[in-house]
């Protein structure tokens, strides 16, 4: 491909020899965003699935030990829940960037959703009266609390492994 002078900017390369410069993501940066949106997106699917009753569990059960529950069932209630899912998920980010943005594919971060799940719903949720026990809060929730921290999971640890990763090498020749 040329430009008005001749020069072939085509792969970041030119006739004159003069080279691109690499960007380089901000790691911190990064993971902020991606925490955010994270939180954002996977937080707002779980309001979702609260009103469709698809889960018992309360969007804003992070708030859970801090805030009374009636409070967390009104309008504000929700969006204050869905705020500290973010703040969560902020910080899940992070922990996941440090320890492993090394990591490739899309399985590490499906396990690591996996493992918040069974962090918050196993052992700290129950224990800090966020969600009743596993015994008690049904089957449906459990499955669909399950399947929005796997997809968590993987939107967090598969966009910090494609981004500091060479991951982009997997996709195909022509496609960015």
Known sequence: MHNEQGNDNWQGGNKRGVERKKHVT???LYALQIGFFGGLIWG???????????TKV?????GEPFLLTSFLRSP?????GIGLYILFSIAAAFLYMILFSKLRGPW????YGLCWWGLLFLVIGPMLG?????TEIGWDSLFSELC?????????????A???????SREPVHSH
């Open 44 to 54: 707002g699917l779980r309001w979702l699935f609260y009103e469709m009753k698809f």
């Open 148 to 160: 929005v921290s796997l997809l968590w999971g993987l939107f967090i640890g598969y966009s910090i």
């Open 130 to 134: 966020m969600m009743k026990p596993v």
């Open 162 to 168: 494609f981004e500091f990763t060479d991951e982009a």
């Open 58 to 62: 309360l969007p804003g059960f992070l």
């Open 26 to 28: 901000n790691r911190w």
């Open 108 to 111: 590490p971060g499906m396990l």
């Open 76 to 80: 504000w209630g929700l969006v204050i």
